[in-house]
Nanobody
């Protein structure tokens, strides 16, 4: 089991930027794919981005369209989500998650939250118009 703690959320005006962080502990961070999801009030949790243990990334292009960037620092056991050109529709609780099995990288499967075994508590992002 891995423990995940997100930080970096807040209130920002449309067009602004935020960087979310997700600190992981408890198991070998560097062997698991990590993902970011978000959930707006009244909506289902949706995939935002994921990064492989070895570095490749995948995004929900419809949602982020080049505005967001996921990265990781294995030395710090931390995953980041850089969010630029934020829009009011980006308002949601953002969750970090670790995939349930190590050495797994299938971008289509990573869009399903059911495959992720560990979740953080979430961090609120609010974008004002």
């Amino acid at each position: 089991q891995v423990q995940l703690v997100e930080s970096g959320g807040g209130l920002v005006q449309a067009g602004g930027s935020l960087r979310l962080s997700c600190a992981a502990s408890g198991r070998t961070f560097s062997t698991y794919s990590m993902g970011w999801f978000r959930q707006a009030p009244g909506k289902e949790r949706e995939f935002v981005a994921a990064i492989s243990w070895s570095g490749p990334t995948t995004y929900d292009e419809d949602a982020v369209k080049g505005r967001f960037s996921i990265s990781k620092d294995n030395a710090k056991n931390t995953v980041y989500l850089q969010m630029n050109s934020l829009k009011p529709e980006d308002t949601a609780v953002y969750y970090c998650a670790a995939y349930g099995s190590p050495w797994f990288w299938e971008p289509s499967a990573l869009r399903n939250p059911l495959g992720f075994g560990s979740w953080g508590q979430g961090t609120q992002v609010t974008v004002s118009s």
